[in-house]
Nanobody, 124 residues
Framework: QVQLVESGGGLVQAGGSLRLSCAASGLTFGYYTMAWFRQAPGKERELVAALIWSGGSPYYADSVKGRFTISRDNAKNTVYLQMNSLKPEDTAVYYC?????????????????WGQGTQVTVSS
């Protein structure tokens, strides 16, 4: 059974930091592009960051560029999202997603597997 399990969400003040983790099991991790999406109340799910199997050419949404860093440890089957200088508009449920043998896509429908999500709340 394929599982993606996110952790590390929580409540932080504006300007603070959080590190999200996504542990994958039941798949060959190195065959998948890994991505982080987020969905705020009343808004569509949006791509935040993505990283191909080799770890090269990371993608970042303009809204998080310079503040967030995506990384992966293929030996641990884990992808991370380091979030610094958090803003209230970063408040959302953050989801981990996996796409088989293809590069990043901004379309959520193109990903094969999803985690359950973890809540990130940034207070002002």
């Amino acid at each position: 059974q394929v599982q993606l399990v996110e952790s590390g969400g929580g409540l932080v003040q504006a300007g603070g930091s959080l590190r999200l983790s996504c542990a994958a099991s039941g798949l060959t991790f190195g065959y998948y592009t890994m991505a982080w999406f987020r969905q705020a109340p009343g808004k569509e799910r949006e791509l935040v960051a993505a990283l191909i199997w080799s770890g090269g050419s990371p993608y970042y949404a303009d809204s998080v560029k310079g503040r967030f860093t995506i990384s992966r440890d293929n030996a641990k089957n884990t992808v991370y999202l380091q979030m610094n200088s958090l803003k209230p508009e970063d408040t959302a449920v953050y989801y981990c997603a996996a796409r088989y043998r293809m590069g990043p896509s901004s379309s959520a429908s193109q990903y094969n597997y999803w985690g359950q999500g973890t809540q990130v709340t940034v207070s002002s």
